[in-house]
Structure formats: structure tokens, C-alpha cells
């Protein structure tokens, strides 16, 4: 059975940083895409990043790129959501989201099957203070 948990969410400044985890377990790891989604109150779910585990290939929303930064422990059976330079804007709940996806193309090809996955973690909440 596939389990996600996610972890790490929390209060901060803006400009400052927080690292989200995901712990997953009940499939191979190598086979699988992970990725990270939020969603603001009012505001439809939207998709931040992926990682390629065969590959470590990833990517990210042009609304965190060279902020966020995603990276995966296969060891651990963890992906990591490291966000830097937070924003008021990055507030929101955090959910991790894994799908059987060795290859990928592109973000909206991989956020696409993501969205539509029956294996999601528990949110986790990030609030941006200004």
C-alpha cells in the first residue's frame, strides 16, 4: 500500500526559509515521480514541483523557480521541498504526491498524472508572515 507523509510546514518571515519532507513507502522507489502541490483558501490546487526518482530529473513552477528546491533520499524513501526566500504568496497547505511515472517530459505532463493520483500525503501548512 502506497503511504505518503508529509512534515515540516510551520510559521515564518517572509525572505526566510522552511524544508518540507515527504516520507513515502509501498512501492519502488525508482519507478515513481513525486511531487509537491498547495493550495491557498479559496484558490485551486496548484502544482510547485516534481522529482524523477530513476533520473533525479526535476521541476518546478516558474512561480518558485530559483527559490524552491527539490531533491529526493532514496535511502530514506524521502523527498524534500526546500523553500527559500519565502513570500507571503508561498502561504498555503502543502501536499506530496507520488504516481508510477519513470519518464518524464515535461512539468505539465508530470503535474498533470500527479494531480490525478490516488496517493496523496496529508497537508502541511506553510504560513508567510510579511
Known amino acids: 500500500e502506497v503511504q505518503l507523509q508529509a512534515s515540516g510546514g510551520g510559521l515564518v518571515q517572509a525572505g526566510g526559509s522552511l524544508r518540507l519532507s515527504c516520507a513515502a513507502s509501498g512501492f519502488t522507489w525508482e519507478d515513481y515521480t513525486i511531487g509537491w502541490f498547495r493550495q491557498a483558501p479559496g484558490k485551486r490546487r496548484e502544482g510547485v514541483s516534481c522529482i524523477v526518482n530513476r533520473d533525479g530529473t526535476t521541476y518546478y513552477a516558474d512561480s518558485v523557480k530559483g527559490r524552491f528546491t527539490i531533491s529526493s533520499d532514496s535511502a530514506k524513501n524521502t523527498v524534500y521541498l526546500q523553500m527559500n526566500s519565502l513570500k507571503p504568496e508561498d502561504t498555503a497547505l502543502y501536499y506530496c504526491?507520488?504516481?508510477?511515472?519513470?519518464?518524464?517530459?515535461?512539468?505539465?505532463?508530470?503535474?498533470?498524472?500527479?494531480?490525478?493520483?490516488?496517493?496523496w500525503g496529508q497537508g502541511t501548512q506553510v504560513t508567510v508572515s510579511s
Open positions: 504526491a507520488a504516481e508510477k511515472l519513470p519518464v518524464v517530459f515535461t512539468i505539465d505532463q508530470a503535474m498533470g498524472v500527479l494531480r490525478g493520483s490516488d496517493y
